[in-house]
Each structure stands twice: as C-alpha cells, then as structure tokens.
C-alpha cells in the first residue's frame, strides 16, 4: 500500500512532547510500534508508556483520531492464549516488566477516547513479507509466528483505512505458510 507523504519517526524522541507535537501534525493517523526490550525497564518501567500518553495528548490536539498500537500476544485478555512455559516463565518471570507496560500501553489505548486498534502479534520473525497471515478480531489461538514485514503491512492498513471496521478491538496476528 503505498504511503501519499512522508511518515515521520520519532525512535528515541517519543519522550519530548515537542517532537511528539511535530510529528503528529498533519498526520492522519499514528502508528505506535515501539520495542519493549532491553534494559531501560529497570531505570524507567513506565518509559513506553509514557510516551504514549505523549503521543496521545498530541493527537488530541491536533485531531488526529486513528491510533493503531502495536503490542504483543498474551497481553490483557488475550493471556490464556499462551501456553503454561510462555506464560509463566516468560512473561510473567523474564519479561515481567515488558509485560506490565504493554498492559499499561493497552490501557491508555482503550481509555483515549480515539478510534483505535491495537494489534497483538505473536512471536515475531525476521523473514520475508508473504501477504499471508491471520488478523482476527476475536480471543483465539492463532498461528505462533509471523514475520514483521507482515505485521507492518497490517499496521499500515489499519492505520489508512478508517472504514474497516475494525476500530475499537484487538487483533490477534498470526502467520500463515
């Protein structure tokens, strides 16, 4: 799907509210997808979600009303889709603190007042784009992986296509081969 202007990315700046300010100005929508790993959890364990709550206020203000967030499988409840290992050694032990802020993400989503969608992918993977995969708006297994070009093209559907009637709900995203 090709993208009409520019796409601005904030990476690191999703914590100055002016850059926020800046990047979500004209926009028609805004897709979150930030990596909840790595060790700023342990300084910061709200720093993603902080940043979408910037992100957030600025799409208030300038009405920007399409909000496509991206968090993971397993999270709110989607959780008992997750097999025992996954849930209670992974994301309730290695990843606690990922895990909570994509609760803490979700809820900031879901209490925005904007048209949303969030999109719950299943393990990620680093292969080609294959235009096959399941997006579901129901809490069902879905297949465990899926690659990221996938995801991305899902993102960027979601987020150009107010009519499709998907706003308000999550989507479980599984691969297909």
Known sequence: ???PRQRPRLGSGSHC??????????QDA???AVNTSGGVFKENPTYVSSGVALVIEAMKRHSVSRLVVVSALGTGDSRPLLGWFVRTVLKDGLLKLPSQEHERKEALTRSSGLQWVIARPGRLTNGPALGRFVAQAEI???PGSIARADVAEFLVSAGHDPADGRAGV???LGGVT
């Not at 509210?17 to 004209?26: C, E, K, L, N, Q």
């Open 1 to 3: 799907m090709p993208l």
């Open 17 to 26: 509210a002016a850059a926020v300010d800046a990047a979500v100005a004209g």
């Open 30 to 32: 805004v897709i979150i």
């Open 140 to 142: 069902a297994p879905v």
């Open 170 to 172: 999550w989507i479980e």
